[in-house]
DNA sequence: TTGTACGCGTTATCAA
DNA sequence: TTGATAACGCGTACAA
């Protein structure tokens, strides 16, 4: 052995040939052993198992997507794992595809339609048995792409529904309307949404109707720019503050309430009393923050089992409700009157 | 066309042949137009394209990764995307990861070692082109086991080095010992370690040092079970506290901590003056929970781009260091005196 | 019960 | 500049 010859130990990958030629049998019995098909007599059966165990084959998936056109794959499609009620939704994902035999693949998109259409790309290239989308930069029309490469699809937070696409619309309307009007009768303050640019259909779409609803009851209201993030938001509310407003402020997400809370608090403003603040999306944290924070709760959790439940029934064909709507639920805590 | 036929306009997935027939030219003409290789007459190059684009054809991953024996895809193990720390290491992975065309498939082990041993088999017949651990399920051996298939791995969270295997290894030790004896020169509390049963090597490693610390300078502590749940511990704090006793406690995570803290609020104790709390994992959140919460500050984000570019270079045989060590760094906040 | 041979959709090596 | 053709590793009719 010469000096400068590599040493790794990187045995190559062993194939099904070989295990075949050690056993003294041909492949395809090999391939019966693995998959349990066919009939095998016990004995070449035992054989070929143990010299399975000793070489330590293990088939390779990929030639055997090839060979049967399945994966046992699934693409998710999300902006970013960084927020929480998104992560969980993954988790939600991840448990039910153990549970059935998938594995998740995943595609961020980073807020970018450049990223979007890349991914579109790679999940066609991969060859999932199908895909989570839950991505406000892919439109119906991007995902009737899927649908011509028959990759089944389940859009979250949208309504469209084709022959190979289920959806999980989320209901915030009504409940919006609700709280509203409430505040309108009960409340004194006037009510400030937080527009976050390019934050998505989610929260354009409980913008419209915060508008509609203030249109309707004739009454005043004000949109906020707001960046989406904890810190610049709560520089600018410590700013805002330093008029002692009363206000009532309905922000996107926990870390955005609660920087408006901080601020509040931190101006000497009294919560709920000065300051009321609604979450439109709540996770665990709207409990551990203090003051805890009223919101319209969700779970992000359900949603993903939901949304693979249903890929996995569009992909066997056995979907009957292309449609599943997750309404949401007002949690009332501390940061608001009613 | 008879009524109950099916109407699906699944176009069957075209394939480099009906390209290579359409375009009048071998298939292998095609592969080399695809993949700008070889050399193509700027003509034939023109019309492949063209009925490339009008088929639609996108050319299949699995049968390029079998050819080439690459997939460009890179597993990751986690025990759960539910941590927000998990969370923010799995953004940095996939942040790297697009700038470098791999794709991420995600494993979760739900901490069972079952689904640890699942997840190794299911790695090694994906074909990964490498794969990143962060998950106590799996140990040394089992590392070695992705090695002999020779798939690289990145491990973090300890210290595993070989021929394929680097590492990303945590410093809490020294931090620890530093502020546990600031602790005792400065601080007049005593000391309580929060043990989670089966919360792995992390928080075993910084509780043993916090005993540690402890007997060499001959001081009383506490070891206190708890659950890994904010409920749980919020409960049990509200019950511990009914006891005005003065203690300094250290906590997992930021929603444990977060649980001693609104425990201790709730029941009129005072923080930092009667009850201390220090997280070992901060987040975000530490900063946004009030009284924001002193921590031992390692940015996961980071970890996980990291992890990814040693991956990157141990695919590519050119990691030169294959450990990179992260140290934690105090973030004092007001949950503690010093 | 077992083996042969073909197909899955690419890449890559030769010749032509 | 092109076109056959052999891998890649498996599943699976069909034949034996």
Known sequence: MKGGEIMENLKERVTIYEVAKASGVSLATVSRVMNNSGTVSEETKRKVLSIIKKLGYKPSGLAQAL?????????????????????????????????????????TTS???????NCLERVIKSHVDGVIVFDDELDGEDLEVFNSYSVPVIDVNNRIVASKIGCIPFGYEHLMKRIIEENFVKGDKKMTFLHVHNAGRLLSR??????????????????????????????????????????YIIAYR??????????????????????EVLSIIG????????PQISNLHINFQEVGKRAMYMLIDLINGTLIEKEYKFESEYIKKDSTFF
Chains 1, 2 share one sequence.
Do not use: W
């Open 67 to 107: 060979a049967t056109n399945k994966t046992t794959n699934i693409g998710v499609i999300i902006p970013s794992a960084n927020y929480v009620y998104i992560a969980n939704m993954l988790n939600g994902i991840t448990e039910v595809c153990k549970k059935n035999g998938f594995t998740v693949i995943l595609y």
């Open 111 to 117: 807020h970018s339609r450049e990223d979007a259409l």
């Open 206 to 247: 409980v913008e419209n109707q915060f508008i509609k609803v203030h249109l309707e009851n004739d009454r005043e209201y004000n949109i906020m720019n707001c960046d989406d993030s904890y810190q610049r938001t709560y520089q600018d509310f410590m700013e805002r503050f330093k008029q002692k407003r009363k206000e």
């Open 254 to 275: 926990d870390s955005i309430a609660a920087a408006v809370l901080n601020a509040a608090t931190d101006s000497g403003l009294r919560v709920p009393e000065d300051i």
């Open 283 to 290: 996770t665990k944290y709207s409990s551990i923050l203090r």
